[in-house]
C-alpha cells in the first residue's frame, strides 16, 4: 500500500544512499516523457525537501530541455536487494551549469567527473513509498567506468564539442538550457 510523506526522513534518505541506481522521470507540456536510469555517486540529498544530482554527459539532454518548458520532475529508487521498497520524489527542479554562480557549492558534494555537464537542483514536495514485492531480486557486480574512460580520452574540450554536436535539443526538437548559452 502506497504511503505519502512530506519530507525526506532519514530513513529515506539511508535507503537513497544505498541504491546504486535511480531513475529520472520528466516531460515538456508536449512531446515525449523522458525516463533515464542514472547511476555512479551522482546523487544527494541536501535536506529534508532538496535533493541535487550530478548529470554526466550522455546521448541526449531531455531532462534540460524538459525543465525549460516545465519544471515537474519525479526521481525514483527501487530495492533490488534488500526488503522490498519503492521510493518517490516528486518536485521541481532547476538546472545549474558550470558556468552559474552555485554550480561550486553545489558540485563540491560529488566526486570530479571530467564528464559533469549540469547538476539538477530539486525541490521535493512529496515522498511516496509503494511495496515493490514485483520488484525482482538481483545484485549489482560493479559500476561500469566506460562513461569516465570515454571521457578521459575525449578530454575537456572533446566533451564540450560532443554536446554542442549532440545535447543542444531533445529528441522532439526543444532546445536545451547548452543551446540557449
Not at 118 to 138: E, N
Not at 162 to 173: A, C, E, R, T, V
Request: aromatic share 10%; charged share 25%; hydrophobic share 40%.
Amino acid at each position: 500500500m502506497a504511503k505519502q510523506f512530506p519530507e525526506i526522513t532519514d530513513r529515506f534518505s539511508t535507503f537513497i544512499a544505498a541504491q546504486s541506481m535511480y531513475f529520472v522521470a520528466t516531460a515538456a507540456s508536449d512531446g515525449r516523457v523522458n525516463l533515464s536510469p542514472k547511476g555512479l555517486d551522482s546523487l544527494r540529498v541536501l535536506g529534508p525537501n532538496r535533493v541535487a544530482w550530478l548529470n554526466l554527459t550522455g546521448s541526449g539532454n531531455e531532462t534540460s530541455a524538459h525543465l525549460l518548458d516545465n519544471p515537474r520532475m519525479t526521481l525514483m529508487f527501487c530495492s533490488f536487494d534488500r526488503e522490498p521498497l519503492i521510493l518517490r520524489l516528486y518536485g521541481t527542479a532547476r538546472e545549474v551549469q558550470p558556468e552559474d554562480p552555485d554550480w561550486d557549492e553545489l558540485y563540491r558534494e560529488f566526486p570530479p567527473h571530467i564528464s559533469a555537464r549540469q547538476i539538477y537542483d530539486m525541490t521535493v514536495d512529496l515522498v511516496q513509498t509503494s511495496c515493490g514485492f514485483g520488484v525482482p531480486l538481483m545484485s549489482v557486480e560493479s559500476e561500469r567506468v566506460l562513461l569516465d574512460t570515454w571521457a578521459e580520452k575525449k578530454g575537456p574540450e572533446g566533451v564540450a564539442e560532443y554536446w554542442q554536436q549532440k545535447n543542444l535539443s531533445s529528441i522532439d526538437g526543444m532546445p536545451t538550457k547548452l543551446a540557449l548559452d
